[in-house]
């Protein structure tokens, strides 16, 4: 059995302000250990609930976070940025469950550190009508190849998002959302035990677990993104349609090729900006 899990470091217990996720602070210097910790939190359960091979994705910013020296050595481990299929990379059909270590509530939802794949770039996005999150598009890809999404770690209100979107999903909740920088977190340490008990009930039971996505494609994305000139820049794009000021509307024939478009608009604003 083979079990992906990707790891963000928003939701992960201990963190609750920007800081921490911006390279070149002592504060993030800590959160990336309290990240890499949680994964391996995660790698543990994966392996005692039957997994034999894991898949680690750093999914993060410039998705080099969590200190290889450090991780399971059980697990492999994507890291880098652009990626293809950006937080989810590395997955494939043969995986047999998905594991979201860290995620927080999607752009425009109230949430610790809410945003979806830039913060800087888009203010909301929807699919086919859903306001989607991280786990809408990846766990959606994983989905539309036939790998069930197993179990999420991140705040409360992350977790009535995928009680919604993935009802058959086991959420790991650490923290309680206060407000977009405040949380009331459980310690790394109770986490992390609650993350490798979760994570192992999960994967044993990832055989029977309902493999389902909130959208199917074809896949109507609206993006609302942040600043106007980043809607200007998208409308150039022959396949998008201008919806607003702020707006632009596609269609993509799977998750796989949203993901790239929306990564692609994110790469674009970071460099507008
Ligand atoms: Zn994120």
Known sequence: MHIFISV??????????????????????????????????????????GADAVTVADSHGPMRNMIAEQLDPRARLVSGRARPLSMIE??????????????????????????TVSGLAFRRIEVNGVRAGEPTLFA?????????????????????????????????????????????????????????????????????????????????????FSKQIFADAAALLPFTERTGALDVRFVAKSHAEAIGIISSFSLMASALA
């Open 8 to 49: 963000d470091i928003e939701g992960v217990a201990g963190v609750c302000e920007s800081l921490q996720g911006q390279r070149g602070n002592p504060e993030y210097e800590v959160a990336r250990r309290l990240m890499t910790e949680e994964a391996n939190a995660a790698i543990r359960g994966a392996f005692a609930g």
């Open 90 to 115: 590395g997955i494939h059909a043969d995986h047999d469950g998905v594991v979201l270590i860290g995620y927080h509530a999607a752009a425009g939802n109230f949430g610790v550190l809410a945003h």
């Open 140 to 224: 959606g890809h994983a989905a539309e190849i036939g790998v069930p999404l197993l179990a999420v770690s991140g705040d409360d209100r992350l977790e009535a998002e995928i009680a919604e979107q993935f009802p058959a999903a086991r959420s790991i909740t650490v923290k309680r959302c206060i407000n977009a920088f405040a949380s009331e977190s459980m310690s790394p340490d109770e986490a992390r035990e609650r993350i490798e008990q979760d994570v192992c009930e999960a994967v044993e039971a990832a055989a029977s677990t309902e493999v389902k996505a909130p959208c199917t494609p074809p896949l109507t994305v609206d993006i609302g």
